[in-house]
């Protein structure tokens, strides 16, 4: 069973950063892919970053340059450091993993929505 647990959201001020995390379990000995999503109010959920089939990263346009995505395999965790914050980034924000490559985040972030989910974890950007 594939369980994703996000911690370190909070309210930051425009410039800030946040690293988020994810305790992941289920995953080992399986050929999953994980990555992180978020969501805007009022708008639908979009890939920010994820693992390619050759364990390379992609990143939304939105975040590259400022976001950066890191696993500990040794102890399950995923990694989400957000740097240079804006109120766009203010979502909910989701730890996810899915049997095929997160690829396409960097071209259409909203091409499909992977298989398993976190619960979610706030992140306010705001003065």
């Known amino acids: 069973q594939v369980q994703l647990t996000e911690s370190g959201g909070g309210s930051v001020q425009p410039g800030g950063s946040l690293r988020l995390s994810c305790s992941t379990s289920?995953?080992?000995?399986?050929?999953?892919?994980v990555g992180w999503f978020r969501q805007a109010p009022g708008k639908e959920r979009e890939g920010v970053a994820g693992y390619d089939n050759d364990g390379s990263a992609a990143y939304a346009v939105a975040v590259k340059g400022r976001f950066t995505i890191s696993q500990d395999n040794a102890n399950n965790i995923l990694y989400l450091q957000m740097d240079s914050l804006q109120p766009e980034d203010t979502a909910m924000y989701y730890c996810?993993?899915?049997?095929?490559?997160?690829?396409?985040?960097?071209?259409?972030?909203?091409?499909?929505?992977?298989?398993?989910w976190g619960q979610g974890t706030q992140v306010i950007v705001s003065s």
């Open positions: 289920g995953l080992t000995g399986r050929n999953y892919f």
């Open positions: 996810v993993a899915d049997s095929e490559s997160l690829w396409w985040i960097a071209y259409n972030p909203t091409y499909r929505q992977p298989l398993h």
